[in-house]
């Protein structure tokens, strides 16, 4: 079967804009999470939502990162006034009820110039 | 201190030789423990998962936990080139998985 989709691939804005990354996951999955990994910091959570429960955002760096997941499935990760030390690969994992095993989408690159 | 510590690599080993990697974490609290491999330019991909202590097993890759030791460890038996890669350990704590940074694997020809 299909697995967690991202997108865009790549992303190149300019300090100070906003972008958009998207998350599909696994068809049937009930958590989701982001992660974001860079050079410097290796692989950090981000957030979670599982099924309509309240989203755990403990991992979010500043308040200009948000996410929301609409119909308990696709989700979008926010981040507003973008700066470079927000340059990094943004991951997007899946995992189904009862599982703890999370897979990994492809991921989005996001460089900020 | 991290979570999640990795001996820090590079680790280099002839085609056909075994693999040793080794994770120590410190959260007493995590109970699920997870290898991923992660090829230059690509996202992680899940190759073993483990829960209880002892050893387990798949294919070429053995797991081993040791909860008491706080260690995790994996074995790449009979490792072949496309094994070269870096191996993430992580731990799970309330759902969010805890990343070590990485032992960089490369397999001699």
């Known amino acids: 079967g299909a697995g967690v989709s991202q997108s865009p691939s790549n992303k190149v804005t300019e300090k100070g804009k906003d972008v958009e990354l998207r998350c599909d996951p696994i068809s049937g999955h009930t958590a989701l999470y982001w992660y974001r990994q860079s050079l410097g910091q290796g692989l950090e959570f981000l957030i979670y939502?599982?099924?309509?429960?309240?989203?755990?955002k403990s991992g979010l760096p500043s308040d200009r990162f948000s996410a929301e997941r609409t119909g308990g499935s696709v989700s979008t990760l926010t981040i507003q006034r973008t700066q470079q030390e927000d340059s990094a690969v943004y991951l997007c994992?899946?995992?189904?009820?009862?599982?703890?095993?999370?897979?990994f989408g492809p991921g989005t690159r996001l460089t900020v110039t | 201190q991290k979570e999640v510590e990795q001996n820090s690599g590079p680790l280099s080993v002839p085609e056909g030789a075994i693999a040793s990697l080794n994770c120590t974490y410190s959260d007493r609290g995590s109970q699920s423990f997870f290898w991923y491999r992660q090829y230059s330019g690509k996202s992680p991909e899940l190759i073993m998962s483990i829960y209880s202590n002892g050893d387990k097993e798949d294919g070429r890759f053995t797991a081993q936990l040791n909860k008491a030791s706080q260690y995790v460890s994996l074995l790449i038996r009979d490792s072949q080139p496309s094994d070269s890669a870096t191996y993430l350990c992580a731990a799970m704590g309330d759902y969010k998985l805890s990343f070590g940074a990485g032992t960089t694997v490369t397999v001699r020809a």
């Open positions: 994992a899946s995992s189904s009820l009862g599982k703890y095993e999370q897979y």
């Open positions: 939502f599982q099924g309509n429960s309240a989203p755990d």
